[in-house]
């Protein structure tokens, strides 16, 4: 595929949805995320072969929220390998992002990484043998590695609005905690998950930040390999599976591929041995993911013909 057959690809498809944009509902339960403009929209596709198409506010940056659990996700399994799954389990959850009942049916054991339960226990790791302050520079210099661009930050705004209105995760923690399945400090893991959730990156950051896992593991910005292939197709298989809440299923039925989503209304998906797929439009659906973005996705994947099934 060329360039100009790309960008007709993502031209087609974004023109298809765009009478969407503006729907939904931006996230408000974090004050920071409610002031923003509900009408961006943004999109970029990179692929493995260097090409790369851009449309709407794809360079503007936005808060990626729940999309840097597939960052920290990244780093444990690197960190602990498969002793993770002692503490996170990777089944689709069927409940909200922030659900405490099943929680406590389930003992302190998240159904899986990417619900808010499960990256609370990825903080807590990260946290082993690190000050809260080394646990984010560590996400932040992994960042700049796979990325290439090492200007990416966390938005303090947004990141103390989160922490200010942390109630919910801090109950996640603290049941986790009476589970024994939280070592560091509450406070210290609440620290490392809103500071990661609040870092802000571009559709073209992002994308550009993701081809590892389009190349079973080895990034071809840095030539380096970022995790192993087996590891590599596991964090796939979670976002096929876990990556979009109680909505997963209706992701997976309608995109087909691997993806995970933010409340700053992100969403990344993965096109296994070909590319990224970012999108971005702040306006929610029910389930807490981006409305017009998965709409756009769904486009975008219809008109490609791409899809692992
Ligand atoms: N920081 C958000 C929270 O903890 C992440 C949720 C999301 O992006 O889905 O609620």
Known sequence: MTNTSL????????????NQIGSGKVANYIPALARVDIKKFGAAILTLNGE?????????????????????????????GDKLWKRVHHEPSGNAFNSIVQLEMER????????NAGALVLSD???KDRTPEASIQTILNFLHEISGEGRIGINHEVAISEL??????????HFMKSCNNIENTVSDVLEVYCNHCSISMS??????????????GFDPISNKRII???????INSIMMLCGHYDASGDFAYRVGLPGKSGVGGGIVAIVPDVGVITVWSPGLNNNGNSLVGTSALEAIARISNWNIL
Do not use: W
């Open 7 to 18: 960008g007709k690809i993502l031209d087609s498809a974004c023109r298809s949805i765009q």
């Open 52 to 80: 790369s198409a851009f449309f709407g506010d794809a360079y503007e940056s936005f808060s990626i929220q729940s999309i840097s659990k597939v960052f920290s996700l990244t780093l444990v399994l690197n960190q602990i």
């Open 108 to 115: 302190g054991i998240p159904r899986n990484p990417f619900i």
């Open 125 to 127: 790791i990260l946290l």
């Open 164 to 173: 200010e209105n942390a109630h919910r995760n801090a109950s996640l923690v």
């Open 203 to 216: 559709c073209e950051e992002l994308s550009r930040s993701m081809l590892f896992l389009a190349k079973e």
């Open 228 to 234: 192993s292939p087996e590891l590599a197709r596991r």
